[in-house]
Structures are given as structure tokens and as C-alpha cells.
């Protein structure tokens, strides 16, 4: 009998299982060890940044009034508690200067416990602005993508002096990795433009998948958008399991994102591929929204998904319209592979107040795995989920071992979309 903790909300979930009645692979990615210095690893890469002049050349150069810092919001580990003050303090500019944007996306704005929590005493130094996508008056249109997007930013990034931005790189299953200019596309961006960033037919290409961003439209439609009104600067990190920062990459924004992902710290995140044989169990996180799905091609496919995953923020996360707005409705038109999805699987064809684009995936998945959900939502919002709802894993694989007979071939990913399996091609297969 042996014991793994599975990542679940800020706990873990232990589940035990019997070696003799399962043959359990657990895969985890590699953590590359933590700095014994972050600070000293800042001043470093912000003194010789990748094809960006030093910070604080860059402060001396513009000699800004306004400067505006787009972070993540409290829904994601950035530690801006420690990177706001330290940029702050590169830049030689009093704090009355300083907007910090929280790039909630369409999520609800990060409350002031929540602000504190990630922010720490600068929550109270810098003047912090929500931004929110609904918000007309504090939208400024910047520009429209190749692909005829709108690109809507907010007013305070717009209008500033200096534009800087954090983030950290974790595999993301849409855009490949996150950080770079996803911290102002679709962070601080208006709901049409993140409507537009997350449509069905761009969700649905192929190449919009997690650990691999150098063909991946999604990535190419944020550097586009973001490249009306681009960072002066960025600073992103990698962190370990303890969410320690590992690495630091600052400069350009395209550049810098570009340059970790090439580096010993980007190997170190890729390393967290793993192959396993088909046809297995395994665990992973549920995404916060039913479009994040991933659908398993080329990732782990057949057996049932059993997904441990906390959801503290669902309903907080879901896009909302003030009163009088109206919803946001699907697209009146889809491609005849949704169609022919949405045939396949009526319950899974768009409630109110969703795009078509989270249909796809949820459908793809479901087409090829059962999809089980251990969680503490609601049942009103596993019904949103669109999954099977367990309420015990460790009962639920034994009733599967039993069913199965002999050892059952179970794959654990403790670490959830940290870590990225992909298939091994089976034996003898061409």
C-alpha cells in the first residue's frame, strides 16, 4: 500500500492504493532547484535584460509621470509581492506614480484579503485598479488583429508613461505557456477582444494546444494584439512545487518569453512530459472552465479521466455582464465539425451565457474518455461542468478495479496540468 498526495484547492488529497490490485505510474515534472537569491537573480536580469535596455536606463530615458503594472490576478502564484516593489525600486519613481492592473481577464477583481495575500505591504503603497472587461469607459480600442479582432485595452495601461508587466511560465492548454503578453492579452483586455482570443474556430486548431507555443495561433494572436500598445518591460519567473522562484527572464516581452522557454528553466518545465501507455486511469486538474478541457489529442487518451480538483473560484470565474447587458451568447454560426459535436453530444451543446468555444473541447474529450470529477462544487455547478460527478476517488477506483479484474493501469499526475503526458506509441505500432 502506498500513499499520493494529489494537489487539491491549497491541499492535498492522499489517496492510497493497493500495489497489488493497481499498477499506478505517477508523473510529475522537474523541478529545477529554487534560487538561493531571487533578489540578486532580479537586479541581475534587469541590469542585462534580453534586447531591452537596463530598467533603469529605461526609467532615465522616459523619465515617466505614469507607470502601469499589469500582474496576474489571485487566481495565479506570481510572486508580485516581492517583483512589484523590486521593479518599483529600479525604476526611482515615488509611489504616487504607480498603478498596479490586475489582469483579472473576465474573472471577478481580487478582493482586498486577496490583494494583500499577493501583494503583501505594496497592496497599500500603489494605487491597485480591477480592471474589468465590461467596463466601457475604462477600455480604450487600440487596434484590430490581422484575423479582424478588436483589441481593447484598458484606459490606466493605455495612458501610462512605462508599461510593465509580470507573470510566471506554467504549460497553459490553450496558448502552449503562460506569461509574456498574455498578461495584457487577455489580461487587462475587454470582453469583445477576449471573445475574439477565445473563439471556437481558434480554439478548435489544432496547434492551440498546451507545451508547444512556437506555431500556436493563440500565442500569435496575444504578441499581435499586445503589440498596439506593447510592454516597455516584462519580468516573468518559473517556480517549483513550492512555488519558489527558480528562474528569472526579463526584458522585451517577446523576446524574454521566448528566450526562457529556450533556457535551462524552460527545459526544466518541458521535462515534465511524461509518456505512458494508452488505454489507462489517470488524474489531473479540472480547468477552472469547462472550454479548458483538454481534449487528449496527443495527450493522454481512452480509459476514464479522473479529475481531483477544488474549485474555490468557478462561478467567481465564469464572464459576467452588469445587469441590463445581456448575456454573452454563442456565435450564430458554427463549423460543421461543431455541429456534427454538438449532434453527438446534445447535452454538451451551449448553455446561456457560454461561447461555442467551450464546447468543443468538452465534447472532444468526452468523445474519447468518461470524464470523472471529484470536487466541492455545488450540484448546480458540476451540472455546468459537464462531467460525472464522484464524490469519493479512492471508492470509485476500487468499484473500477473490481470491474476490471486483475491490476488496473492507473496514471496520477499529482501535480495537474504541470505536467504534460503525451502517449508512447504502442509496441510494434509503425
Known amino acids: 500500500m502506498r500513499t499520493i498526495d494529489l494537489a487539491f484547492g491549497e491541499g492535498i488529497l492522499p489517496l492510497a492504493l493497493d500495489d497489488a490490485r493497481f499498477a499506478a505510474r505517477v508523473l510529475l515534472p522537474h523541478d529545477p532547484p529554487a534560487l538561493a537569491d531571487p533578489a540578486a537573480a532580479f537586479a541581475q536580469a534587469v541590469e542585462r535584460p534580453i534586447a531591452a535596455p537596463a530598467l533603469a536606463e529605461l526609467a532615465r530615458t522616459k523619465r515617466p509621470k505614469s507607470v502601469a503594472i499589469a500582474i496576474a490576478d489571485h487566481t495565479r502564484p506570481v510572486p508580485d509581492r516581492l517583483l512589484v516593489p523590486w521593479l518599483v525600486e529600479r525604476l526611482g519613481v515615488p509611489d504616487a506614480a504607480v498603478t498596479v492592473l490586475i489582469g483579472t481577464g473576465t474573472h471577478r477583481g481580487s478582493t482586498a484579503a486577496e490583494l494583500e495575500r499577493m501583494l503583501g505591504p505594496a497592496a497599500k503603497r500603489f494605487r491597485i485598479v ?19 479582432g478588436p483589441c481593447w485595452l484598458n484606459r490606466a495601461w493605455v495612458e501610462a508613461d512605462l508599461r510593465l508587466a509580470t507573470g510566471f511560465i506554467e504549460p497553459h492548454f490553450f496558448a502552449g505557456f503562460s506569461g509574456g503578453t498574455k498578461a495584457i492579452v487577455p489580461g487587462i483586455a475587454g470582453m469583445e477582444t477576449v471573445r475574439h482570443f477565445h473563439r471556437a474556430r481558434l480554439i478548435a486548431h489544432p496547434a492551440t494546444t498546451w507545451g508547444d507555443q512556437r506555431r500556436n495561433p493563440l500565442q500569435a494572436l496575444t504578441r499581435e494584439m499586445t503589440g498596439f500598445c506593447p510592454a516597455d518591460f516584462i519580468v516573468n519567473v518559473t517556480l517549483d512545487g513550492a512555488k519558489r522562484i527558480t528562474a528569472v527572464f526579463a526584458g522585451a516581452a517577446v523576446p524574454a518569453h521566448d528566450c526562457r522557454l529556450r533556457s535551462g528553466a524552460g527545459r526544466g518545465v518541458r521535462a515534465g512530459r511524461a509518456r505512458v501507455p494508452g488505454g489507462g486511469h489517470h488524474q489531473q486538474r479540472l480547468p477552472a472552465r469547462p472550454e479548458l478541457l483538454p481534449d487528449g489529442e496527443g495527450h493522454l487518451g481512452g480509459g476514464a479521466h479522473r479529475r481531483a480538483r477544488r474549485h474555490d473560484h468557478r462561478r467567481e470565474r465564469m464572464p459576467r455582464r452588469p445587469a441590463g447587458r445581456g448575456r454573452v451568447r454563442a456565435p450564430a454560426r458554427r463549423s460543421a465539425r461543431q455541429r456534427r459535436a454538438a449532434r453527438r453530444h446534445p447535452r454538451h451543446r451551449a448553455h446561456p451565457g457560454s461561447t461555442s468555444g467551450r464546447c468543443r473541447p468538452c465534447c472532444s474529450a468526452r468523445a474519447g474518455a468518461r470524464i470523472l470529477l471529484h470536487s466541492r462544487l455545488s450540484p448546480a455547478d458540476r451540472a455546468i461542468a459537464r462531467v ?7 471508492a470509485t477506483l476500487d468499484r ?11 496514471a496520477l499526475l499529482p501535480r495537474g496540468p504541470l505536467t504534460i503526458p503525451t502517449l508512447a506509441a504502442a509496441a510494434g505500432a509503425g
Not at 134 to 141: M, N
Not at 388 to 394: G, L, P, Q, S, W
Open 130 to 148: 480591477n480592471h474589468d472587461c465590461h467596463d466601457d469607459a475604462e477600455l480604450v480600442h487600440v487596434g484590430t488583429s490581422s484575423c479582424g
Open 388 to 394: 460525472e460527478a464522484i464524490d469519493d476517488v479512492a
Open 400 to 410: 473500477m478495479q473490481r470491474e476490471h479484474g486483475g491490476r488496473l493501469p492507473v
